[in-house]
């Protein structure tokens, strides 16, 4: 299994617009002149998986965020700043909270539920532990405890995947559970997120996106969906690195409103071909 070591804190880029993932020689040989490449654009490269995603599924609304978690460098952005529903990714958040509420030291049917939450993305066990957690008192705390910024409990507080987020924010969460969560509690998470399984607790296959489009990568993925009668959710998230032997580097969030109706295959294999294309640049 991959080093679930914690990552290097979030630096701010220097723009989110532009960034060159090349570098220019210190030299160059005698008599010939030095060519900077032409800096890749993140958003060019978010627009790329957009338009891969909408074509699998037309009509799709998406937002994008791929950072360097040991720099802070955006490598793909777009809507990061968009709400979306989180489906099953809010249960970060509650087990986030359920570890936190016992002092980060919880007894072991609470560390097993809760792993068993996450890799399974169980509801049965997220609907037991957002009613004791104070439904959306959980999304309150949590908001405050990371430092969310658009991140909403829903409207009806019985229906935790009705929450709403930004994958800007599912980004600042990856980084308090892997730099500011205590060792215990990241090492449980990570732990569960990378022994995902490939059926979920529900019957469904959740290794859309990351999971099937980064296959020779080490991840750690927390997925979502959801169908509502106005269209349905389907959600990638997580930690990725490109070699197995490697701390996790990159923190990869995919959040997307599909129409109504659209196949649950057709959905996530739209997500699939848009993550694929990080495979130019998460090296």
Not at 38 to 61: D, E, K, L, R, Y
């Amino acid at each position: 299994m991959i080093s679930l070591a914690s990552l290097a804190p979030r630096a701010l880029a220097t723009s989110r617009d532009q960034i060159g993932f090349d570098q220019v020689p210190e030299t160059t040989p005698p008599g010939t002149t030095a060519i900077a490449p032409h800096p890749i654009s993140v958003t060019a490269i978010a627009q790329q998986m957009q338009a891969a995603i909408q074509a699998a599924s037309p009509g799709t609304s998406v937002g994008i965020d791929v950072v360097d978690t040991t720099t802070g460098t955006p490598v793909a952005s777009l809507n990061a700043d968009q709400q979306f529903y989180t489906a099953s990714v809010v249960k970060l958040l509650i087990a986030l909270d359920t570890l936190k509420s016992q002092d980060w030291q919880p007894d072991s049917d609470t560390a097993d539920r809760v792993s068993q939450m996450l890799s399974t993305s169980d509801d049965d066990i997220a609907d037991a532990l957002w009613d004791n957690g104070g439904n959306d008192a959980i999304i309150d705390r949590m908001v405050s405890t990371i430092g969310l910024t658009a991140t909403t409990a829903p409207e009806d507080t019985a229906q935790w995947g009705e929450t709403l987020t930004t994958p800007r924010d599912v980004v600042s969460i990856f980084h308090y559970i892997t730099t500011a969560a205590p060792a215990s509690a990241r090492d449980l998470i990570l732990g569960a997120l990378h022994d995902a399984a490939e059926t979920a607790a529900d019957g469904t296959n959740q290794y859309f996106g990351i999971p099937d489009a980064l296959t020779s990568a080490s991840w750690a993925v927390k997925q979502g969906w959801m169908d509502l009668d106005s269209s349905i959710t389907l959600d990638t998230t997580g930690l990725v690195s490109p070699s197995p032997d490697q701390p996790y580097r990159y923190a990869v969030v995919v959040l997307s409103t599909q129409p109504a109706g659209t196949s649950w295959s057709v959905a996530g294999a739209a997500l699939t071909a848009g993550v694929q294309l990080l495979h130019a640049v998460l090296k």
